[in-house]
């Protein structure tokens, strides 16, 4: 839940279990649901997209830093974090678990 990347996503799962709750507590013709759909597509678009692809620049970036000489300033500083996004196989099981935990909350209670 505190980190990025993996299977599934836990940020993904927790916007969709939003939407989900405010759809099963007030439906889905208000503001609210309306708003956590919008952040749900958010969340999840930039966890397949824009992250997904900082992701990879950054195992790039960490290649090209690996083969530099080891007199180079550059050469001894910590790699990047290359696990950032989402594929989108990932994003859909955390969308899908969101969904599972926001129904058994509803209906435990």
């Known amino acids: 839940m505190l980190s990025s990347g993996?299977?599934?996503?836990?940020?993904a799962a927790t916007v969709t279990a939003l939407a989900m709750a405010i759809a099963?507590?007030?439906?889905?013709?208000?503001?609210?649901?309306?708003?956590?759909v919008v952040l749900a597509?958010?969340?999840m678009y930039d966890a397949?997209?824009?992250?997904?692809?900082?992701?990879?620049?950054?195992?790039?970036?960490n290649q090209i830093v690996c083969?530099?000489?080891p007199e180079h300033?550059?050469?001894?500083?910590?790699?990047?974090?290359?696990s950032l996004g989402h594929t989108p196989l990932q994003v859909l099981a955390g969308a899908s678990?969101?969904?599972l935990v926001a129904f058994l909350m509803r209906r435990s209670t």
């Open 97 to 99: 678990l969101g969904c």
């Open 48 to 61: 397949t997209g824009v992250r997904q692809h900082a992701g990879r620049q950054a195992e790039l970036l």
């Open 6 to 11: 993996g299977m599934p996503s836990s940020h």
């Open 67 to 69: 083969e530099l000489p």
């Open 24 to 36: 099963l507590q007030d439906g889905t013709g208000g503001p609210a649901f309306a708003i956590a």
């Open 73 to 82: 300033p550059v050469a001894s500083i910590r790699p990047l974090r290359d």
């Open 41 to 43: 597509c958010v969340v």
